[in-house]
């Protein structure tokens, strides 16, 4: 495992930016303008005070939802804030502060004036982000105010069941953090819960489940507030609900990303999350297992129409 990893899976963050400014001092040396794009850098370790900063979203959707909460911290240096941003992402990226001009992305150019550009990613390093800064305000993000009720509402309920909703399917590109659907089976004997899809494109688990997924994100997210819980592998749907302050349980793989840091069953970006973790690569059934009677208890002991929503945590 690579230093930078290594000190990031601890949460010692300073170790990890003395890596990268030995790494921005051989960016100077190579072009990186012919790699696949998720892999370019872009910031050359320039000044960003008192510029205008564009903010280049180059990953997937899960990391430019991590890391937009960034956007407030650099705008409180910089003159001006244009954030490039992958179009799904577009409607909700507009309740974030911090930003002055919202650009989609696209294989061109941008249309921004800006005197210093960085990836988003790259801000942590930028701006010297230390664990004691996280999580910062949650929610940072907010479904858009005419999605409101956009499909739950508290009419819906039946008595006091819950309502869960569930992921389970990352990208092709990540098997290893997807769950073979059959696995989700124990999940359905636990009473007293009603279940929501939030698989995209749509799928069913082996049990009855509502499928509320979508393709427009704001929706999902006015959806995902009317829910008591969101259960989720991996993937965009547990950024997306950590960043909305709603109730989330993430199912990691044993080799999980550097984010989730070691043998933590929280996360210092998403005080409302708790993490459950595989014991052995590729063993989802013991996840599965404590998911169900985790999930038990939290049926009985939650209180009476107690809704998933949103809360602000400074």
């Known amino acids: 495992m690579d230093p930078w990893t290594q000190a990031m899976r601890r949460g010692d963050f300073e170790a990890a930016w003395r890596v990268c400014d030995r ?40 990391d430019t939802l991590q890391f937009m909460r960034l956007l407030a911290p650099l705008r409180a240096r910089a003159q001006r804030v244009i954030l490039w941003i992958q179009p799904a992402l577009a409607d909700i990226a507009r309740t974030l502060a911090g930003v002055d001009q919202l650009v989609p992305l696209h294989d061109g150019t941008p249309q921004a004036d800006y005197d210093v ?27 858009p105010t005419n999605l409101e009720g956009a499909w739950l509402g508290e009419e819906r309920r039946h008595g006091n069941r819950l309502r869960v909703g ?30 929501f899809s939030l698989q995209y494109p749509a799928e069913q688990p ?25 259960i989720s592998v991996d993937t965009m749907t547990a950024h997306l609900a950590g960043a909305l302050g709603l109730n989330v349980w993430t199912l990691l793989a044993a080799d999980c990303d550097w984010r989730w840091m ?4 929280d996360s210092p970006w998403y005080p409302t999350m708790r993490l459950f973790r595989q014991r052995r690569a590729g063993q989802w059934r013991d996840v599965i297992t404590a998911v169900a009677q985790e999930l038990q208890t939290f049926h009985r002991e939650r209180p009476p129409h ?9």
């Open 23 to 62: 790494v921005l001092q051989l960016r100077r040396e190579r072009d990186c303008s012919h790699w696949p794009r998720h892999l370019q850098y872009v910031w050359d370790g320039a000044p960003l005070e008192d510029r205008r900063v564009l903010v280049r979203c180059y990953h997937g959707l899960g």
């Open 117 to 143: 550009d960085i990836e988003l990613m790259e801000l942590p390093h930028a701006l010297r982000l230390s664990a004691r800064d996280l999580p910062g305000c949650i929610p940072y993000i907010f479904a």
């Open 166 to 195: 569930l992921a389970w399917r990352g990208g092709d590109w990540v098997f290893h953090r997807s769950i073979p659907v059959r696995l989700l089976e124990p999940l359905g004997r636990v009473t007293g819960v009603d279940w």
């Open 206 to 230: 082996p049990f009855s489940a509502a499928d509320i997924a979508h393709r427009d994100i704001a929706r999902v997210a006015a959806r995902m507030q009317s829910l008591d819980l969101i």
């Open 262 to 265: 070691s043998r933590r069953a």
């Open 306 to 314: 107690r809704v998933n929503r949103a809360r602000d945590i400074r």
